[in-house]
């Protein structure tokens, strides 16, 4: 990927999606952050360095560097009794959801909705991405939380989760860097 940012692994218009589908990636050329959220492409493109616009249509020919995408059979959500509170939190609730779910060992997807205080986002993009801070909006995460293997999924250094964000009003998705805490929190896992 390094030696040829403009290669296109993955056409988007050949990705089989349907309304259980959730996934994550950059696009080709590091132009976009790619999210996937049931089945419905959300598309991030930075505009400043601290502002980005979000598109839920790709362009003709549009594709990913790399995409990592899942597509449960059905999803089983949950309303949590305790807020979330943090990236480590996130990955010890799914460490003992998991297993509770029939989840296998391996890397499972994940949606978490509810409303997020101090989200910390970035947006791939050349020359330059974006990045920002969300002080509290109604969102979902999606990811994959993989405990055996941080390379499979591109995981972020150090990290079992790799968490995108999409608000609820559509008007802001990309990558969750790290946040303070999800309240009312509903989790989702696969079924």
Not at 69 to 85: D, F, H, I, Q, Y
């Amino acid at each position: 990927m390094q030696a040829d940012p403009g290669r296109v692994a993955v056409s988007l218009s050949k990705v089989p999606v349907s309304e259980t589908t959730i996934g994550y990636g950059p696009g080709s050329d590091y132009q976009a952050e790619l999210t996937l959220l049931d089945g419905v492409w959300q598309i991030a493109r930075a505009t400043g360095p601290k502002s980005a616009v979000n598109v839920t249509t790709p362009g003709e020919g549009a594709g990913a560097m790399f995409l990592v995408t899942a597509s449960p059979e059905a999803w089983k959500t949950r309303a949590l009794e305790t807020p979330v509170n943090g990236m480590a939190a996130l990955e010890a609730l799914l460490a003992q959801a998991a297993p509770s779910h029939g989840c296998p060992g391996e890397a499972i997807p994940f949606k978490l909705s509810g409303t997020l205080m101090g989200g910390e986002w970035s947006v791939v993009g050349r020359p330059a991405g974006a990045a920002g801070r969300i002080e509290q909006a109604d969102v979902t995460l999606i990811g994959i939380f993989d405990p055996a293997d941080p390379d499979r999924y591109f995981m972020p250094q150090g990290r079992k989760i790799h968490v995108h964000v999409v608000s609820n009003d559509g008007q802001l998705s990309g990558h969750l860097n790290d946040f303070e805490a999800l309240t009312n929190p509903s989790l989702a896992l696969p079924q």
